[in-house]
């Protein structure tokens, strides 16, 4: 896989690179999205690698069965690291799934020789704190063409396919989603396992807290997921949000766990490039959480898999959603362990 700042010119080497803090390269990884800020996954580091490994302890089980969407969360995280550890000064190589007695450990990402970041590659770093979930109404405004292709050029980069969707393919999303939306929340199961990520309690580092969940839509147009289903509806706003929203989808090549992996680094270099360009993002995945749905969104002549649905516009600023402490998604080194 291509090193990330490839795009421009390689900087030459630095005359003496500091030396490389990969703990903090890390915690910029457990920055990256998640479904129900689930947050599923745990990070070894050695000398000069990190093993990024799935927790299937934290795996929806009635809105991901076969995982994929944890896979996808953990792809993000592993691109969130790639992309730390070069604006730190590095290049690096990573291969998925090294060990084939370990289907947990998703990926390895080796820390490579010296070289500048490029100004792109600094500016999607300077992204990641500040790239939250809006679940917010955007502005009518229209998203210009110019930032539609570099979205689309984000997900090609690391092996996505990110298409926008024209007025009549849009409100056919919008219906699908609407759909699984409905299907989704008439399940016992499913209600349950909301509350789960969204009950609060004091010190609580992870799940929806109530200032991230938003207004319901009041013409009910976008399926926002509504984390405050468990809630009486009078104690939540109420806005109207865009007519016309921006809708787009992202699809890969196949439906393997190295494609769901592949997404999920897509998916983030996506919502790193939009949050560069002042956009807000709505991951919206209930269209992909129903198999009868998802199959609707997916060309199967060209073998293009649905993998996530994104809305896309300019928006109020998203406040921060909880992250773990580092000591709870480190393992400790292989060699301390023996």
Not at 7 to 32: E, G, K, M
Not at 252 to 272: I, Y
Request: some cysteine; hydrophobic content about 40%.
């Amino acid at each position: 896989m291509n090193d990330i700042g490839t795009q421009q010119a390689q900087q030459p080497a630095r005359p003496d690179p500091a030396p490389l803090d990969l703990t903090a390269c890390v915690r910029s990884a457990t920055a990256a999205p998640s479904l129900h800020n689930s947050q599923p996954w745990r990070f070894r580091i050695s000398a000069d690698s990190v093993d990024v490994y799935a927790d299937p302890r934290r795996r929806l089980d009635v809105l991901d069965p076969a995982g994929r969407e944890l896979l996808i969360s953990v792809g993000a995280a592993v691109f969130t690291l790639r992309l730390a550890i070069r604006g730190a000064g590095h290049l690096s190589d990573l291969e998925l799934f090294p060990v084939e007695e370990e289907p947990d450990l998703v990926a390895r990402v080796r820390v490579g020789k010296p070289m500048a970041p490029t100004p792109a590659a600094e500016a999607l770093v300077a992204a990641i704190p500040h790239r939250h979930t809006n679940r917010w109404p955007f502005a009518r405004s229209v998203v210009p063409a110019d930032a539609v292709e570099r979205l689309a050029d984000a997900a090609r980069r690391e092996g996505g396919t990110l298409t926008v969707a024209n007025a009549v393919s849009r409100n056919a999303i919008l219906s699908l989603s609407q759909e699984a939306d409905r299907a989704l929340r008439s399940k016992g199961r499913y209600r349950a396992e909301l509350a789960r990520w969204t009950s609060p309690h004091a010190g609580r580092r992870d799940g929806v807290p109530a200032t991230a969940i938003g207004p319901w839509d009041a013409l009910e147009i976008l399926p926002i997921r509504d984390f405050g289903l468990l809630q009486p509806r009078f104690d939540r706003a109420v806005a109207q949000f865009e007519p016309y929203p921006t809708i787009m989808v992202l699809a890969t090549d196949g439906d393997t766990p190295r494609h769901w992996v592949n997404a999920g680094q897509a998916l983030q270099r996506v919502l790193l490039t939009a949050t560069w360009l002042n956009l807000a993002t709505t991951p919206i995945s209930q269209p992909v959480e129903i198999p009868g749905v998802r199959r609707l969104l997916t060309a199967s002549g060209s073998g293009k898999w649905a993998q996530m649905v994104l809305r896309v516009g300019y928006g109020r600023p998203a406040v921060t959603t909880p992250r773990r402490p580092l000591a709870e998604v480190l393992l400790p080194d292989s060699s301390e362990e023996s």
